[in-house]
Every structure is written in structure tokens, then in C-alpha cells.
């Protein structure tokens, strides 16, 4: 089973924690080559992701990583 995202230049995703929905995060880069993070949720039911609770637009275009910190 194949998922399409939007984005087309991923530099990283990662699996977010302590999310009530199973919740994932992308840095990428758009077609002007600036860098922007965006989070999807996953409809395990649908197969689909969602748009999700957030997203920074313009962040340091030398940015590469994404690392999920465990709360607490």
C-alpha cells in the first residue's frame, strides 16, 4: 500500500510521541528551495493522511533533521 504526500523534497519525517492520534512530521523543501515543517496525522480507518495540528512556514534553509523528543 503506497501513501502520497504533498511535498515532494523530504529532507526528514519522523514518528511524533504522546500524540492521541498517530501523528507524523516533515521538514521539506519547497519549489523556491526554503525549508518548511508540516505534521500529518494518520486515518489508520481510511488509509489517508490528514492535514495535521500544525505547521512553520520559512524555517533555516540549512535545517536537515527532525528528532522526536519523548515528554518529560
Given at each position: 500500500?503506497?501513501?502520497r504526500l504533498?511535498?515532494?523534497?523530504?529532507?526528514?519525517m519522523v514518528l511524533l510521541?504522546?500524540?492521541?492520534l498517530?501523528?507524523i512530521?516533515?521538514?521539506?523543501?519547497?519549489?523556491k528551495?526554503?525549508?518548511?515543517i508540516k505534521?500529518?496525522t494518520?486515518?489508520?480507518k481510511?488509509k489517508?493522511?490528514v492535514?495535521?495540528p500544525?505547521?512553520l512556514?520559512?524555517?533555516?534553509?540549512?535545517?536537515?533533521l527532525?528528532v522526536?523528543?519523548?515528554?518529560g
Amino acid at each position: 500500500m503506497y501513501y502520497r504526500l504533498k511535498e515532494l523534497l523530504i529532507r526528514s519525517m519522523v514518528l511524533l510521541h504522546n500524540t492521541d492520534l498517530p501523528t507524523i512530521a516533515i521538514l521539506y523543501e519547497d519549489s523556491k528551495e526554503r525549508c518548511h515543517i508540516k505534521t500529518y496525522t494518520i486515518n489508520l480507518k481510511e488509509k489517508e493522511f490528514v492535514d495535521g495540528p500544525w505547521k512553520l512556514t520559512d524555517i533555516d534553509d540549512t535545517s536537515n533533521l527532525l528528532v522526536s523528543v519523548p515528554k518529560g
